[in-house]
């Protein structure tokens, strides 16, 4: 939980906003700087003369944040955004940029949650009503790699799943 204040009407250690921060927007910030002068170098493949694809992930949450999850919605938000621009700025070497906003989904996370909290988030998927699985994201990964349309795009995966305001 990062809410902004605690009980006692304290606002929340900024380095507690600076970790989420600097994880998910960041983290995917620098793994993109750092990849690109290689791709620029890499030979132009097809009639496109594509040089590849950037795959960033986003989150449910940068649509549908959840009390709580301030500096993750903002930060898997700020993914999301700079998807657009980036595909724009990349577009004069071939590269494409392709993001996926996936909801839940089967990982050693969501392993830890307990019964009760599945069961709350399982009550408002729409279908499938389940959690999402490794290979039906490794499918979409696959499409955005193939699919030289996809570029500039923000994917949810999500089976339809918003999540309420309250639980």
Request: glycine share 6%; proline share 5%.
């Amino acid at each position: 939980m990062d809410q902004l204040i605690d009980r006692n009407n304290n606002p929340l250690p900024m380095s507690a906003i600076d970790f989420v921060l600097n994880v998910n927007l960041r983290g995917t910030l620098d793994f993109v700087r750092q990849s690109l002068p290689l791709m620029t170098k890499t030979t132009p493949d097809g009639s496109d003369g594509e040089r590849g694809v950037i795959i960033l992930v986003s989150s449910s949450a940068a649509y549908d944040g959840q009390p709580g999850q301030v500096s993750y919605a903002a930060s898997k938000g700020a993914v999301r955004s700079l998807t657009l621009p980036l595909a724009r700025d990349l577009a004069q070497y071939g590269i494409r940029v392709v993001t996926i906003a996936p909801s839940l989904f089967e990982s050693r996370m969501t392993a830890m949650m307990t019964d009760k909290v599945r069961q709350s988030l399982q009550r408002v998927m729409e279908f499938p009503k389940r959690a999402g699985k490794a290979d039906e994201f490794a499918q979409l990964v696959r499409q955005s790699i193939e699919n030289k349309m996809l570029n500039g795009v923000c994917i949810r995966l999500d089976g339809a799943m918003r999540m309420p305001s309250k639980m």
